[in-house]
């Protein structure tokens, strides 16, 4: 069993920055791809991003490449979205995940999610 924590999510301006995190307990954090989606009110969910067990390789969506990084702290058994120039089309729940598996079609793991708004 893995559990998965977000925090960070808020409310910010068109052109502003948040910081996602995503604190896994459970099991050995480090043996895990992590990942981020997010959803948006009346829209599917979509991938983020992902950043493989060793942190080595980094997944991003075309959509937020260039402007988001995802990290991830093994000591702390955490992973970040910083997220920078941020959209009002990036609005949306924000979900990390998790999976022994390199960007599998379904991640097993899910934490409950944290809302990102942007204001324009």
């Known amino acids: 069993q893995v559990q998965l924590v977000e925090s960070g999510g808020g409310l910010v301006q068109a052109g502003g920055s948040l910081r996602l995190s995503c604190a896994a307990s459970?099991?050995?954090?480090?043996?895990?791809?992590m990942g981020w989606f997010r959803q948006a009110p009346g829209k599917e969910r979509e991938f983020v991003a992902a950043i493989s067990w060793s942190g080595g390789n980094t997944y991003y969506a075309d959509s937020v490449k260039g402007r988001f990084t995802i990290s991830r702290d093994s000591a702390k058994n955490t992973v970040y979205l910083q997220m920078n120039s941020l959209k009002p089309e990036d609005t949306a729940v924000y979900y990390c995940v998790a999976d022994l598996k390199l960007l599998p079609d379904e991640y097993e793991w899910w934490g409950q999610g944290t809302q990102v708004t942007v204001s324009s």
């Open positions: 459970g099991r050995t954090f480090s043996s895990y791809t």
